[in-house]
């Protein structure tokens, strides 16, 4: 059973930047495929941004020129950074495998003022 350790969260200002991390307890980490998902009040969690295992990279509208999906398969770990974030990127994140490992605590990301 994989597990997946989301960390880097906090609270930022509007405008800031985080970088968030995830490592799964998995030696065959580069042939996933690996999404961050976000999961905010009142609405479906949902994929913000993707990285499959020969790099190729896709982002949600919204956070697109914002954040980067990065990873490093040696360290079987995904990277978010987010930059210029605003208050609607609160949630709490999460990283997952697609298809589907078991769920992490996931990371809190709170942008406000």
């Known amino acids: 059973q994989v597990q997946l350790v989301e960390s880097g969260g906090g609270l930022v200002q509007p405008g800031g930047s985080l970088t968030l991390s995830c490592t799964a307890s998995v030696s065959t980490f580069s042939i996933y495929n690996m999404d961050w998902w976000r999961q905010t009040p009142g609405k479906r969690r949902e994929v913000v941004a993707s990285i499959n295992s020969g790099g190729r990279i896709s982002y949600l509208d919204s956070v697109y020129g914002r954040f980067t999906i990065s990873r490093d398969n040696a360290k079987s770990t995904v990277y978010l950074q987010m930059n210029s974030l605003k208050p609607e990127d609160t949630g709490v994140y999460y990283c997952?495998?697609?298809?589907?490992?078991?769920w992490g605590q996931g990371t809190q990301v709170t942008v406000s003022s």
């Open positions: 997952n495998a697609d298809p589907l490992w078991d």
